[in-house]
């Protein structure tokens, strides 16, 4: 089938590139020119595990294409998904004006039916103002006879696993109305995805209202686990419990199940923080005040400043003289995206108190190091004892606590003992919980895990 992606970032340079590797023609359109221009070099923007082949594999035989011409795009494409960004406007409501510039391009350039399949997260009713613009823009030309239809296709993929999630989706659902041109939309869309529906059927078909909240009910459903288990986790460490052990005892239960009940240092990245926000945005719009994920968002943001909480409690506030290894900087492994990532929050508390900071990260020191000097832009005078470390190793050289921000598979199994002789101080924060509190006290060293003082 022929397929046009508008945005190739993460969401739309998979889904694109994942749609060609079903055999799909498949035009991948950004207005970003110098996103473009590395893609045509073979150039991946961002680091996603497999995507670089993939999307090698697929410019070489012909079925994938990257383009900055919106006009030849639309008229490339029999199914146009729109996949770019929705960011959180100043009072939280996501900005949909990336959104709705891809209608008006769409109804400015079609000559043809078209199917326009919403990826991006957007707000209940956004599928509505899509086909607003899109008709407008059709009216304008004059060309109101051309036949249109708007669907919601929200996707569920995570960072660092993206393809899997992609090819091997939980479910695909798909939100578009009962009149015929949404009928014809649906059997379009039944087609494209019928490689995932082999053993059994995936698609999840409902109304477009009812797609769109999914995607926000989905991530604010995942935000509240971690939420909820970082405040189980704070009172373990006030009555003296191991949150590992707790997380264990509910997992088991089948009702609750085991995923997503990991304490740490807070959720980040692109998708919780703001769809959080937008649902709570959505809900005030129509009087309605969501308590449980408005708790959710406060929760989050006050653990992201835990593991500042156990070094000041432990070294004090004044840290100067000190110096602190971090390692991980990506809000989650396998990414090297800093969106929201609780490592900036931890990188600036220990500079602000005087610490010397050492970092590091297996993919993300490029963006970390432009998103550390944007965050820090008015205090260039924190930024001279802030160093980013080629590797662990010389990241804990000398360092009076090692701070772990991100589980990164690198940092799970290090040499115990050639991490005691290069720290300075052998005391360990470990917002990811990635040791046995046993096994750290006979090696040696002094650990704080989130929820696991019992285990000290
Ligand atoms: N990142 C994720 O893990 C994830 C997962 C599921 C859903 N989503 C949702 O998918 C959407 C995209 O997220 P992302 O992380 O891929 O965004 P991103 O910021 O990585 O990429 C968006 C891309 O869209 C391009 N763009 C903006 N306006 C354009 C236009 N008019 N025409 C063509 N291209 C345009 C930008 O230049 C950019 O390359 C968001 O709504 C997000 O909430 C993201």
């Known amino acids: 089938m022929k397929v046009t992606v508008f945005g190739v970032g993460y969401v739309g340079l998979v889904s694109g590139t994942c749609l060609a590797e079903l055999g799909n023609q498949v035009v991948c359109v950004d207005i970003d020119a110098a996103r473009i221009e590395r893609l045509l070099a073979a150039e991946i923007p961002f680091h996603e595990p497999g995507l670089s082949d993939m999307v090698r594999g697929n410019v070489a035989a012909g079925r994938l294409s990257f383009t900055s011409d919106a006009a030849a795009a639309v008229a490339h494409g029999?199914?146009?998904?729109?996949a770019v960004g929705t960011p959180p406007a100043e009072d939280g409501s996501a900005d949909l004006s990336q959104v709705l510039a891809v209608a008006a391009t769409i109804g400015g350039q079609m000559e043809d039916f078209k199917v326009v399949v919403n990826k991006s997260t957007v707000p209940v009713g956004t599928g509505d103002q899509v086909e607003g613009v899109v008709a407008d823009a059709l009216q304008q030309r004059q060309r109101a006879d051309l036949g249109f239809a708007v669907v919601s296709n929200p996707e569920f993929l995570k960072e660092g696993a993206a393809i899997g999630d992609f090819m091997r989706p939980d479910r695909v659902v798909i939100g578009c109305d009962s009149t015929e041109v949404g009928q014809r939309a649906r059997t379009l869309l039944s087609r494209l995805y019928a490689p995932f529906n082999r053993h059994h059927e995936r698609t999840l078909y409902m109304d477009r209202r009812s797609a769109e909240l999914t995607k926000y009910a989905a991530n604010a459903m995942l935000a509240t686990r971690i939420s909820f288990m970082n405040e189980i986790a704070n009172l373990a460490d006030a009555v003296g419990a191991d949150v590992d052990a707790v997380r264990r005892g509910i997992g088991s239960d089948e009702r609750i199940g085991q995923s997503f009940l990991?304490?740490?240092t807070g959720y980040g990245g692109s998708c919780f923080p703001k769809d959080t926000q937008a649902l709570v945005s959505t809900a005030k719009l129509h009087g309605l005040d969501m308590q449980v994920v408005q708790a959710v968002e406060r929760v989050n943001q006050a653990q992201k400043s835990i593991l500042l909480?156990?070094?000041?409690?432990?070294?004090?506030?004044?840290l100067r003289g000190l110096t602190f290894g971090v390692w991980g900087l990506a809000f989650k492994p396998d990414t090297d995206d800093m969106r929201?990532?609780?490592?900036?929050?931890?990188?600036?508390g220990l500079l602000e108190?005087?610490?010397?900071?050492?970092a590091h990260d297996p993919v993300a020191m490029a963006n970390a190091r432009e998103q550390l000097n944007a965050d820090l832009q008015d205090h260039a005078d924190l930024l001279t004892r802030l160093s980013l470390c080629f590797s662990p190793q010389d990241a804990v050289a000398g360092v009076d606590a090692l701070v772990i921000v991100t589980e990164w598979k690198a940092y799970r199994s290090p040499d115990f003992e050639a991490l005691a002789q290069a720290m300075r101080q052998q005391v360990i924060f470990?917002?990811?919980n990635l040791y046995d509190p046993a096994q750290m006290r006979e090696a040696g060293f002094q650990y704080v895990g989130i929820g696991r003082r019992s285990g000290i």
């Open 309 to 318: 909480q156990r070094v000041v409690e432990r070294f004090g506030d004044d």
């Open 353 to 358: 108190r005087g610490a010397r900071v050492l």
């Open 340 to 348: 929201e990532a609780p490592s900036r929050v931890v990188v600036r």
């Open 78 to 82: 029999d199914l146009l998904f729109i």
């Open 430 to 432: 470990d917002g990811r």
């Open 262 to 264: 990991y304490a740490g």
